[in-house]
Protein backbone atom coordinates (compact mmCIF):
# COMPACT_ATOMS: atom_id res chain seq x y z
CA UNK A 1 0.00 0.00 0.00
CA UNK A 2 2.74 2.44 0.84
CA UNK A 3 4.73 1.54 -2.48
CA UNK A 4 1.42 2.74 -4.43
CA UNK A 5 1.12 5.70 -2.47
CA UNK A 6 4.33 6.32 -3.34
CA UNK A 7 4.07 5.99 -7.24
CA UNK A 8 1.38 7.68 -7.01
CA UNK A 9 2.86 10.98 -5.33
CA UNK A 10 5.36 10.48 -7.62
CA UNK A 11 3.23 10.11 -10.91
CA UNK A 12 1.13 13.37 -9.66
CA UNK A 13 4.44 15.72 -9.09
CA UNK A 14 5.57 14.16 -12.79
CA UNK A 15 1.95 15.59 -14.09
CA UNK A 16 2.47 19.20 -11.94
CA UNK A 17 5.98 19.47 -13.63
CA UNK A 18 5.15 17.86 -17.11
CA UNK A 19 1.80 20.74 -17.11
CA UNK A 20 4.09 23.57 -15.71
CA UNK A 21 6.78 23.18 -18.72
CA UNK A 22 3.69 22.58 -21.32
CA UNK A 23 1.48 25.63 -20.10
CA UNK A 24 5.02 28.09 -20.11
CA UNK A 25 5.97 26.57 -23.53
CA UNK A 26 9.06 25.03 -22.63
CA UNK A 27 7.49 21.91 -24.37
CA UNK A 28 5.62 23.41 -27.45
CA UNK A 29 2.17 22.40 -29.13
CA UNK A 30 3.16 19.49 -31.48
CA UNK A 31 5.90 18.15 -29.16
CA UNK A 32 5.76 14.83 -29.17
CA UNK A 33 6.63 13.38 -25.05
CA UNK A 34 8.67 10.11 -25.14
CA UNK A 35 8.12 8.80 -22.10
CA UNK A 36 11.62 6.82 -22.16
CA UNK A 37 12.84 9.98 -22.45
CA UNK A 38 10.76 12.20 -20.05
CA UNK A 39 11.67 9.19 -17.50
CA UNK A 40 15.70 9.51 -18.46
CA UNK A 41 15.34 13.65 -18.11
CA UNK A 42 13.49 13.34 -15.06
CA UNK A 43 15.32 10.52 -12.86
CA UNK A 44 12.21 8.56 -12.67
CA UNK A 45 10.77 5.20 -14.04
CA UNK A 46 8.16 4.85 -16.67
CA UNK A 47 4.99 4.37 -14.89
CA UNK A 48 4.60 7.57 -13.08
CA UNK A 49 5.48 9.77 -16.55
CA UNK A 50 3.01 6.98 -18.16
CA UNK A 51 0.56 7.68 -15.66
CA UNK A 52 0.95 11.62 -15.46
CA UNK A 53 0.79 11.86 -19.31
CA UNK A 54 -2.71 10.15 -18.88
CA UNK A 55 -3.76 12.31 -16.15
CA UNK A 56 -2.61 15.12 -18.86
CA UNK A 57 -4.88 13.66 -21.09
CA UNK A 58 -7.69 13.72 -19.58
CA UNK A 59 -7.65 17.66 -18.99
CA UNK A 60 -7.01 18.41 -22.40
CA UNK A 61 -2.79 19.63 -22.20
CA UNK A 62 -2.22 15.95 -23.67
CA UNK A 63 -3.32 13.77 -26.79
CA UNK A 64 -2.67 10.41 -26.85
CA UNK A 65 -2.30 9.09 -30.17
CA UNK A 66 -2.11 5.62 -31.96
CA UNK A 67 1.48 4.41 -32.64
CA UNK A 68 2.89 8.21 -31.57
CA UNK A 69 2.59 8.17 -28.11
CA UNK A 70 1.81 11.72 -26.30
CA UNK A 71 1.80 14.93 -27.92
CA UNK A 72 1.48 18.01 -26.37
CA UNK A 73 -2.05 19.37 -27.78
CA UNK A 74 -2.64 22.54 -30.17
CA UNK A 75 -5.61 24.40 -29.66
CA UNK A 76 -7.03 26.17 -32.88
CA UNK A 77 -7.83 29.52 -33.18
CA UNK A 78 -11.49 29.10 -32.88
CA UNK A 79 -11.18 26.89 -30.09
CA UNK A 80 -8.72 29.36 -28.13
CA UNK A 81 -11.82 32.07 -28.90
CA UNK A 82 -13.98 29.74 -27.22
CA UNK A 83 -11.89 28.90 -23.78
CA UNK A 84 -11.70 32.62 -23.25
CA UNK A 85 -15.59 33.22 -23.83
CA UNK A 86 -16.08 30.73 -21.20
CA UNK A 87 -12.63 32.15 -19.19
CA UNK A 88 -13.92 35.38 -18.91
CA UNK A 89 -18.21 34.56 -17.72
CA UNK A 90 -16.16 32.36 -15.06
CA UNK A 91 -14.18 35.55 -13.90
CA UNK A 92 -17.61 37.92 -14.37
CA UNK A 93 -19.14 35.50 -11.52
CA UNK A 94 -16.19 35.29 -9.23
CA UNK A 95 -16.21 39.15 -9.91
CA UNK A 96 -20.14 39.56 -9.41
CA UNK A 97 -19.66 37.25 -5.87
CA UNK A 98 -16.10 38.92 -4.50
CA UNK A 99 -18.12 42.23 -4.63
CA UNK A 100 -20.86 41.09 -1.98
CA UNK A 101 -18.74 38.46 0.27
CA UNK A 102 -14.70 39.72 -0.28
CA UNK A 103 -13.60 39.99 4.08
CA UNK A 104 -11.46 42.77 5.04
CA UNK A 105 -8.04 40.68 4.89
CA UNK A 106 -8.88 39.49 1.15
CA UNK A 107 -10.16 43.51 0.51
CA UNK A 108 -6.27 44.26 1.84
CA UNK A 109 -4.54 41.49 0.02
CA UNK A 110 -6.32 42.28 -3.42
CA UNK A 111 -5.34 46.18 -3.22
CA UNK A 112 -1.55 44.81 -2.29
CA UNK A 113 -1.53 43.13 -5.44
CA UNK A 114 -2.63 45.73 -7.70
CA UNK A 115 0.46 47.99 -6.08
CA UNK A 116 2.57 45.08 -6.88
CA UNK A 117 1.67 44.70 -10.38
CA UNK A 118 2.12 48.73 -10.72
CA UNK A 119 5.74 48.17 -9.30
CA UNK A 120 5.94 45.86 -12.49
CA UNK A 121 4.19 47.43 -15.11
CA UNK A 122 6.45 50.86 -13.97
CA UNK A 123 9.55 47.97 -14.45
CA UNK A 124 8.61 47.34 -17.99
CA UNK A 125 9.01 43.64 -16.55
CA UNK A 126 5.85 41.71 -18.48
CA UNK A 127 7.47 37.95 -16.93
CA UNK A 128 7.05 39.82 -13.43
CA UNK A 129 3.75 41.51 -14.00
CA UNK A 130 2.53 38.18 -15.68
CA UNK A 131 3.36 36.52 -12.57
CA UNK A 132 1.90 38.89 -10.23
CA UNK A 133 -1.17 39.29 -12.93
CA UNK A 134 -2.38 35.36 -11.92
CA UNK A 135 -1.95 36.20 -7.78
CA UNK A 136 -4.53 39.22 -8.56
CA UNK A 137 -7.39 37.25 -10.57
CA UNK A 138 -6.42 34.27 -7.97
CA UNK A 139 -7.39 36.46 -5.13
CA UNK A 140 -10.81 37.41 -6.44
CA UNK A 141 -11.40 33.77 -7.36
CA UNK A 142 -11.09 33.12 -3.56
CA UNK A 143 -12.86 36.27 -2.56
CA UNK A 144 -15.68 34.62 -4.06
CA UNK A 145 -16.50 32.08 -1.12
CA UNK A 146 -17.88 29.65 -3.98
CA UNK A 147 -15.28 26.40 -3.86
CA UNK A 148 -16.59 25.14 -6.92
CA UNK A 149 -16.33 28.17 -8.89
CA UNK A 150 -12.68 29.18 -7.37
CA UNK A 151 -11.85 25.67 -8.77
CA UNK A 152 -12.42 25.97 -12.13
CA UNK A 153 -11.75 29.34 -12.58
CA UNK A 154 -8.29 28.38 -11.86
CA UNK A 155 -8.24 25.30 -13.64
CA UNK A 156 -9.18 27.15 -16.75
CA UNK A 157 -6.85 29.86 -15.55
CA UNK A 158 -3.91 27.24 -15.95
CA UNK A 159 -5.00 26.12 -19.18
CA UNK A 160 -4.81 29.65 -20.79
CA UNK A 161 -1.70 30.42 -19.19
CA UNK A 162 0.59 30.52 -22.13
CA UNK A 163 -1.82 32.39 -24.16
CA UNK A 164 -2.19 34.79 -21.14
CA UNK A 165 1.36 35.22 -20.87
CA UNK A 166 1.45 35.98 -24.63
CA UNK A 167 -0.87 38.85 -24.71
CA UNK A 168 1.38 40.38 -21.94
CA UNK A 169 3.62 40.60 -25.16
CA UNK A 170 1.35 42.58 -27.39
CA UNK A 171 2.60 46.34 -27.16
CA UNK A 172 1.17 48.88 -24.43
CA UNK A 173 -1.04 45.36 -23.33
CA UNK A 174 0.77 45.35 -19.77
CA UNK A 175 -0.35 49.27 -19.34
CA UNK A 176 -3.59 48.41 -20.40
CA UNK A 177 -4.14 45.20 -18.24
CA UNK A 178 -2.82 47.53 -14.96
CA UNK A 179 -5.71 50.47 -16.06
CA UNK A 180 -8.15 47.66 -16.31
CA UNK A 181 -7.07 45.81 -12.71
CA UNK A 182 -8.00 49.60 -11.07
CA UNK A 183 -11.27 49.58 -12.45
CA UNK A 184 -12.07 45.80 -11.23
CA UNK A 185 -10.44 46.81 -8.07
CA UNK A 186 -12.61 50.10 -7.72
CA UNK A 187 -15.56 47.84 -8.25
CA UNK A 188 -14.97 44.89 -6.20
CA UNK A 189 -14.46 47.79 -3.27
CA UNK A 190 -17.39 49.45 -3.83
CA UNK A 191 -19.58 46.43 -3.70
CA UNK A 192 -20.94 46.37 -7.06
CA UNK A 193 -20.93 43.37 -8.29
CA UNK A 194 -22.48 43.64 -11.62
CA UNK A 195 -20.34 46.26 -12.75
CA UNK A 196 -17.14 43.80 -11.47
CA UNK A 197 -18.84 41.18 -13.46
CA UNK A 198 -18.96 43.83 -16.78
CA UNK A 199 -15.11 44.73 -15.99
CA UNK A 200 -13.93 41.43 -15.77
CA UNK A 201 -15.78 39.94 -18.73
CA UNK A 202 -14.04 43.18 -20.99
CA UNK A 203 -10.52 42.25 -19.06
CA UNK A 204 -10.58 38.93 -20.30
CA UNK A 205 -12.63 38.31 -23.07
CA UNK A 206 -10.76 38.17 -26.26
CA UNK A 207 -12.17 39.55 -29.27
CA UNK A 208 -11.33 41.95 -32.44
CA UNK A 209 -8.09 43.24 -32.63
CA UNK A 210 -6.80 41.61 -29.38
CA UNK A 211 -8.17 37.95 -29.91
CA UNK A 212 -5.81 39.06 -34.38
CA UNK A 213 -2.82 40.14 -31.97
CA UNK A 214 -3.04 37.13 -29.89
CA UNK A 215 -3.29 34.19 -32.71
CA UNK A 216 -0.15 36.66 -34.62
CA UNK A 217 1.63 35.80 -31.18
CA UNK A 218 0.85 32.44 -31.36
CA UNK A 219 4.27 31.20 -33.38
CA UNK A 220 6.09 33.15 -29.89
CA UNK A 221 4.75 29.96 -28.14
CA UNK A 222 6.88 27.39 -30.20
CA UNK A 223 10.16 29.66 -30.39
CA UNK A 224 10.10 30.29 -26.82
CA UNK A 225 9.84 26.34 -25.83
CA UNK A 226 12.32 25.27 -28.61
CA UNK A 227 14.96 28.01 -26.42
CA UNK A 228 14.08 27.02 -22.64
CA UNK A 229 13.85 22.85 -23.33
CA UNK A 230 17.99 23.09 -24.13
CA UNK A 231 18.21 24.72 -20.64
CA UNK A 232 15.56 23.28 -18.74
CA UNK A 233 16.98 21.75 -15.07
CA UNK A 234 16.03 18.44 -13.92
CA UNK A 235 13.60 18.50 -10.76
Avoid: W
Amino acid sequence: MESKQRTSRRSEQMGDLIEERIVTGVYPPGMRLDETELASGLGVSRTPIREALIQLSSVGLVEIRPRRGAIVAEIGPHRLCEMFEVMAELEAMCGRLAARRITEPEQMALAAAHQACEDARDANDPDTYYRLNEQFHHLIYAASHNGFLEEQAAALHRRLRPYRRLQLRVRDRMSTSFAEHAGIVEAILAEDGELAAERLRAHVVVQGQRFADLVASLPMLGDLGRGQAKRVPKP
